[in-house]
């Protein structure tokens, strides 16, 4: 377990910055738009924020630049090393969810993405189990 993920009750908490994009929904293939998301585990959903630099100028509070882009229910969901025809960035993962929708998930720091994957291995196998 690393530093500055948490175990609270069944389930761990992480929160950083990440490289994503959606490639599907529901089976259908989507065309990726790749950006850095701040990106939070809480009670088995990871949540995608938009990237506040394309938040709409004006009246934004700064507090409230940080909005949600996408959950993901981690109960039933998959995640695995990307292979190579996925995507031609390094340290990418790709993830599934019950309800087939999927996402690559990539930062180029090897440590950050592999503690991102083993909280998020273990944070699966923590709902398979309840
Ligand atoms: O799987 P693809 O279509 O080769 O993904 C690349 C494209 O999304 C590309 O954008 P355009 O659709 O505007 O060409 C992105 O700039 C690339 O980053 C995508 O490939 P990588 O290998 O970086 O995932």
């Known amino acids: 377990?690393?530093?500055?993920?948490?175990?609270?009750?069944?389930?761990?908490?992480?929160?950083?910055?990440?490289?994503?994009?959606?490639?599907?929904e529901n089976g259908k293939?989507?065309?990726?738009n790749w950006a850095h998301s701040w990106t939070?585990?809480?009670?088995?959903?990871?949540?995608?924020?938009?990237?506040?630099?394309f938040a709409p100028a004006g009246n934004a509070h700064k507090t409230n630049q940080i909005v949600p882009e996408f959950t993901v229910e981690l109960r039933?969901?998959?995640?695995?090393?990307a292979t190579k025809d996925k995507s031609s960035k390094k340290n990418v993962l790709e993830l599934k969810t019950r309800h087939g929708s999927e996402y690559l998930v990539q930062y180029d720091t090897?440590?950050?993405?592999?503690?991102?994957?083993?909280?998020i291995v273990e944070t699966i196998r923590q709902l398979d189990v309840e």
């Open 1 to 24: 377990q690393s530093s500055d993920s948490q175990q609270h009750g069944q389930t761990l908490e992480k929160a950083g910055i990440l490289n994503k994009t959606k490639i599907s």
């Open 29 to 32: 293939r989507l065309r990726k």
């Open 40 to 53: 939070v585990l809480h009670g088995g959903i990871l949540t995608f924020h938009k990237d506040p630099k």
């Open 76 to 81: 039933g969901a998959t995640v695995h090393w």
């Open 110 to 119: 090897e440590s950050i993405i592999t503690d991102w994957h083993k909280v």
